[in-house]
């Protein structure tokens, strides 16, 4: 009982030191898993931005596009036309900016597809604007995919109307 006396404090305090530093141990790996999930959280959000500043301008030029091509005189005229050829240059290097910022294939083949039907409609091979709003919904669903990635819009939210 004597060996015991003098050494289970021992062994307790030996305890206590393990149990202390285990503790330690854990407590800085929460605060590392932690801090790591925060600076993915700001990552996520800075390419958020940065893609949604990308998609307006594209957006912005898709509509200068459409709305000069179906309004401009039909047929030839408008391959003459230098505004819409310049507005078709600016549609291509904003799909490539595009290209540049996305994260994921399915919206870079979305933005190419749209700008390649908004330069056939500048170019006049489309005659009518409806022509358009297939590839234009199919950009928007992969733009919100690669902003969202794994989350889903609500019912009714990626259609567009007509």
Known sequence: ???WGTLGPALLSLAGV???AGGSLFGQYLVSRASNRQVEIQEAAAHRAELKNVILRFLSIA???EKTAFTSPPAGASATNPAIDRLVDDLWL???EIDLSARSEPLRG???RYATHLAEAARGELADASALRGPQVRFFDAAYDDMWPGQ???AGDSRMAR
Request: charged share 10%; no cysteine.
């Open 63 to 65: 509509w200068q596009v």
């Open 152 to 154: 889903r819009r609500a």
């Open 18 to 20: 393990v149990l202390g």
């Open 1 to 3: 009982m004597g060996s």
């Open 110 to 112: 979305a933005a190419y």
């Open 94 to 96: 904003a799909q490539a």
